[in-house]
Structures are given as C-alpha cells and as structure tokens.
T-cell receptor, first 116, second 115 residues
Framework: EAQVTQNPRYLITVTGKKLTVTCSQN?????MSWYRQDPGLGLRQIYY???????DKGDVPEGYKVSRKEKRNFPLILESPSPNQTSLYFC???????????????FGPGTRLLVL | AQSVTQLGSHVSVSEGALVLLRCNYS??????LFWYVQYPNQGLQLLLK??????LVKGINGFEAEFKKSETSFHLTKPSAHMSDAAEYFC?????????????FGQGTILTVHP
C-alpha cells in the first residue's frame, strides 16, 4: 500500500530537549516536504527536498533542521524545541511532475507535538 | 513573493446547495495552484491542481476550480453540496515553476453542510 508514515504520532516534550520526527514513504518519490499547521494560519511549509541531498527552506524554517540521506526518509529535527513549536506537523511526498493532472501528493497522518 | 488569501474562514451551506470557496493569489510569475481538503482528524488530500493547462480544472468528489488570471483567483465550486463535504479546505500556490516546489497555503476555510 502506497503511504507516508510519520513517527511518533503524538509527542509531549520539554523545552530544549532535542527530538526527531521521522517521515518515510514507500513510493520512490523524489519530492518530500514538511509543514506545520496552526489554527487560523493554515499550513506553512518548513522545509522541502527535491531529491537525495537536496533540501531548501520553506516559509518557516527557523528552529528546524532536515536531512535527506536516503530517498525514502526525510526526518525533521528540532535541536532545542520551544513552546512556539507546539503544532501539528505533516510530511508529504510526490513524484516531480510538470503538468500531469493525474499526479497527486501524499500526506502523512500528522504528528501532534506539545512542547512544555 | 507569493501569497494566498482565502475569503471567509467559515462557509455554511445547505445540503444540495452550491458550494463556492474563494481563493485569491499573488505571484510574480505564472503560478501553479492547488486545492486541498482536510477531514476532521485526518491528513490532507489533494482535490485538484492547475498547472497552466486548461483553466477549468476538475478534481475529485465533484469539485472544480477555474483559474482567472485577470482576477488572480482560483475559486473552488461544487454544484450540489453533500454532508460528506464538511471539512476544511486549503488553497495553495507555487510560483517555483514546478508542480511540487515551495507551497504557500491560505489560512483555510471550514465548510459546514446543513441537512
């Protein structure tokens, strides 16, 4: 089954304690990205990756790191989490296409993070 | 720079009525535009996308959207609302020249459908 998985799904942590949220896809997609969702703000892109070893900043990259060492994995790292990073996080992946209206982007189930 | 504005954070319609969710964008280059849907406690699902082909784009579940360059709009419509359409809808723009580069989302519109 084609899917994007995220772990953990729920996480409560304390300020300053490093954490990693994993994202993995089984569709051999080139493109992967991370978003955070906050009430009234919609989704904001944190980082994205066009392929292995190619990453770039989205709209809100401060306080986050990513890496893309393998095509299937795109972990999100919070080196020193702060309460303003409490949010719902989504990972997504897709093929890199141009104009193919049948192509779709797959989203993971979300990770709800609370930083105390 | 690119941005998206969704007019109306909440829209309420009766079952069987027309659904119209408004989206206006700003982009310095020809944009790619998307609509996503999020059902309660679920992830996001791509409804449809515009990538410079036909200006009227048909998506899943009977939704469609029309790209109007002169109005910088990409409004989402469905002729007849169904109870199962109740969800939050997000419009997004990508001015990077590819289908899935840097996406900027609107703040979302919650659609409520009354019996």
């Amino acid at each position: 089954e084609a899917q994007v998985t995220q772990n953990p799904r729920y996480l409560i942590t304390v300020t300053g304690k490093k954490l990693t949220v994993t994202c993995s896809q089984n569709m051999n997609h080139e493109y992967m990205s991370w978003y955070r969702q906050d009430p009234g703000l919609g989704l904001r892109q944190i980082y994205y990756s066009m392929n292995v070893e190619v990453t770039d900043k989205g709209d809100v990259p401060e306080g986050y790191k990513v890496s893309r060492k393998e095509k299937r994995n795109f972990p999100l790292i919070l080196e020193s989490p702060s309460p303003n990073q409490t949010s719902l996080y989504f990972c997504a992946s897709s093929r890199r296409t141009s104009g193919d209206t049948k192509e779709t982007q797959y989203f993971g189930p979300g990770t709800r993070l609370l930083v105390l | 720079a690119q941005s998206v504005t969704q007019l109306g954070s909440h829209v309420s319609v009766s079952e069987g009525a027309l659904v119209l969710l408004r989206c206006n964008y700003s982009s310095s280059v020809p944009p790619y535009l998307f609509w996503y849907v999020q059902y309660p406690n679920q992830g996001l699902q791509l409804l449809l996308k515009y990538t410079s082909a036909a200006t009227l784009v048909k998506g899943i579940n009977g939704f469609e959207a029309e790209f109007k360059k002169s109005e910088t709009s990409f409004h989402l419509t469905k002729p007849s609302a169904h109870m199962s359409d109740a969800a939050e809808y997000f419009c997004a723009v990508n001015a990077g020249g590819t289908s899935y580069g840097k996406l900027t989302f609107g703040q979302g519109t919650i659609l409520t459908v009354h019996p």
